[in-house]
Nanobody
């Protein structure tokens, strides 16, 4: 199983970006819980957003109301729409696939840089 994250880039504060994570390999995408995390050097990986198999979503407090996570099971893809970006949203964003907390896969990360 591989997770390929894309869509990162450099933007100004207040702008938007959309990240995507495509899963490939021997994986029934629809039964996996998908989530996004972010990390900066020297810091712990921070939870950003999660979408469950039934479509329920959860968000970290710092992104609630600005980010939207979605999934397209037909395309084996999860996306993260990031609006009104702030400088503190800067980091490497990773997607994760999880099943029951027992099986976990991580993508390689995509860099988001937000400048003021």
């Amino acid at each position: 199983v591989q997770l390929q994250a894309s869509g990162g880039g450099s933007v100004q504060a207040g702008e938007s970006l959309r990240l995507s994570c495509e899963a490939s390999g021997r994986m029934t995408f629809s039964i996996w819980e998908m989530s996004w995390y972010r990390q900066n050097p020297g810091e712990e990986r921070e939870f950003v957003a999660l979408i469950e198999t039934d479509g329920n979503t959860k968000y970290g407090d710092s992104v609630l109301g600005r980010f939207i996570i979605s999934r397209d099971n037909s395309a084996n893809t999860t996306s993260l729409q990031m609006n009104n970006l702030k400088v503190e949203d800067t980091g490497v964003y990773y997607c994760k696939a999880d099943r029951f907390g027992r099986w976990t896969y991580w993508g390689q990360g995509t860099l988001v840089t937000v400048s003021s």
